[in-house]
């Protein structure tokens, strides 16, 4: 592809900034955030613990794969921890039957698997930069 670099840029700037967003929002309040989500989680067969752990941990997590995605650093891995986090948030939304949030996670990780894919295909002879 002639002009890998601009396009790929432009495809992953989206959702570089969802993520990113979805981080830097919570971790001035982590705390907070993290009792929004025992509590959303409470009907949850997930136990507590693991829960607190994870909500302490995923404002972290978005914040380095949007960073990494908004600057094109690591693409891949970048991608595949992007879609591992949406896997693990479905699992939770599943737990508690939050179907709505489930159709928002599937969207981002459906999009982060078609990024992947353009990577792939169109920027095998670039380094994962």
């Known amino acids: 592809m002639k002009d890998f670099k601009t396009t790929y840029f432009f495809l992953r700037l989206p959702i570089a900034i969802s993520i990113l967003g979805h981080g830097l929002v919570r971790l001035p309040k982590l705390s ?3 009792d929004w989500m025992v509590t959303s989680m409470e009907k949850s067969f997930i136990p507590e613990p693991l829960i607190v752990g994870f ?3 995923l404002p ?7 960073l990494w995605l908004l600057i094109g650093i690591r693409s891949k891995e970048a991608i595949f921890a992007g879609i591992s986090i949406m896997t693990m948030l479905i699992f939770g939304s599943c737990s508690v039957e939050n179907w709505g949030a489930i159709e928002a996670q599937l969207l ?17 002879n670039l380094t994962s930069k």
């Not at 972290?60 to 949007?66: D, I, M, T, W, Y």
């Not at 078609?114 to 095998?124: A, D, E, I, N, P």
């Open 32 to 34: 907070t955030f993290s």
């Open 55 to 57: 909500s302490y941990v």
């Open 60 to 66: 972290f997590a978005e914040f380095l794969v949007g």
């Open 108 to 124: 981002h990780a459906f999009y982060l698997f078609g990024l992947l894919w353009y990577f792939q295909k169109y920027g095998q």
